[in-house]
């Protein structure tokens, strides 16, 4: 026939469903008391009991299948549904504080689609691609295998993708977001969020709130957005952007591109050839370890290349420049700034400002072959040369 609706109450007794042809839904209710719901198989078709009784889908002959499981603490559990046909399962915990359990299930052509609903709830995905929203309350998620898209709505959820290539969404409030193994894309939304990549090359923004970013291994992409956020590139060649406010910036091991956005920020590059900028803000950078790029650009910056060659400049403001040891480079720019080459042969030089200098025996002349093509400037405005002072 047409496009059916064919509705099976829990505790209402067993029944075999065939929806023929056309476009077909199976409706379970759940009650209003504390229900076990369980999804599984028999011989290539689907069958959804409770603890007495059971529905039978003939043939898979039916498009759609949607649980509501209805007011309580409800428990609902999908398993082994591998030679099942292309049936979309969406579940809905409705109220309370529901169990969703697919337990990395095979659920095979099933497209699994959750919706928690209001209540403090607990949702473990499939083996395969999930659709997964907690719904309001405080929830617990897990996507398991596969390509998942997890969100986690309203409240203080914990998000973890697992395994696969997986988009985590906190949604409101204050979440705890993990990528997992995967090339992660995460998503803090409004709330003080803590968002961890794991394994992979991840893609993580904190949007609005205080957030904390951790990319952890692989080249990753930290976005922080506004309010005051901590982020740490961990291993591999990252990018991170600090946003507004006062933001804290590591980019730990590989090279790194930090950019501090605004806000008075601190930016550390960590271990390998790092390019660093301030942006604005009255910014303190350190360039760690490797041959460092540093711009302070505008603002009163303090910056430390740390070890290696290094590139610095100080941009607008009164900047403090320090080489620190390698044969190192240092820029003023605009502004009264003061220029300290520390160990190695440096080559300092202030540009524009009344500007101090502090160099090493071996670097108490500029060398003009030292600078590269793209750091043109006049050294007439070179001012106060001052012999070995450390």
Do not use: C
């Not at 099976?8 to 065939?18: A, C």
């Not at 969020?193 to 904390?212: E, F, H, I």
């Amino acid at each position: 026939g047409g496009n059916d609706t064919l509705i099976w109450g829990v505790g209402e007794g067993s029944d075999k469903l065939n929806g023929g042809d056309a476009d077909d839904t199976v409706l379970v209710e759940g009650g209003s008391t504390k229900d076990e719901i369980t999804v599984s198989q028999a011989d290539d078709d689907m069958k959804i009991s409770d603890e007495t009784h059971l529905v039978h889908l003939v043939d898979s002959s039916v498009e759609r299948v949607e649980i509501n499981a209805g007011s309580g603490n409800d428990r609902v559990v999908v398993t082994g549904l591998g030679t099942v046909g292309g049936i979309e399962l969406n579940i809905n915990g409705e109220s309370g504080k529901d169990t969703i359990h697919a337990g990395d299930s095979e659920i095979g052509a099933v497209q699994l689609i959750v919706d928690g609903g209001i209540g403090d709830d607990t949702i473990v995905g499939s083996a395969m691609d999930d659709l997964i929203t907690g719904g309001d309350g405080n929830d617990s998620i897990a996507g398991r295998s596969g390509d998942d898209t997890l969100d986690g709505a309203d409240g203080g959820d914990i998000v973890r993708g697992e395994s696969g290539d997986d988009s985590v969404i906190g949604g409101e409030g204050s979440d705890t977001l993990r990528g997992g193994h995967g090339d992660d894309e995460l998503f803090g939304g409004q709330g003080n969020d803590d968002l961890a990549g794991d394994s992979g090359d991840d893609s993580l923004d904190g949007a609005n709130g205080n957030d904390r970013l951790n990319g952890s291994k692989g080249d990753d992409r930290l976005e922080a957005g506004n309010g005051i956020d901590s982020l740490f590139g961990g291993a591999g060649d990252d990018q991170l952007s600090g946003g507004a406010e006062d933001d804290v910036l590591n980019g730990n091991d590989g090279d790194d591109s930090l950019l501090g956005g605004e806000g008075d920020d601190q930016l550390d590059g960590g271990d390998g050839d790092d390019v660093l900028n301030g942006d604005d803000g009255h910014d303190t950078i350190s360039g760690g370890l490797g041959d460092d790029s540093i711009a302070g650009e505008d603002g009163h910056d303090k910056i430390n290349g740390g070890m290696g060659h290094d590139i610095v400049s100080g941009g607008n403001g009164n900047d403090t420049l320090l080489g620190g040891g390698g044969q190192d480079l240092l820029l003023g720019d605009g502004g009264n700034d003061y220029l300290n080459g520390n160990g190695g042969t440096d080559t300092l030089a202030g540009n524009d400002g009344n500007d101090g200098y502090a160099a090493s025996e071996q670097a108490s002349e500029i060398d003009d072959d030292y600078l590269p093509p793209d750091y043109p400037f006049d050294f007439e405005d070179r001012d106060n040369l001052i012999d070995p002072v450390i």
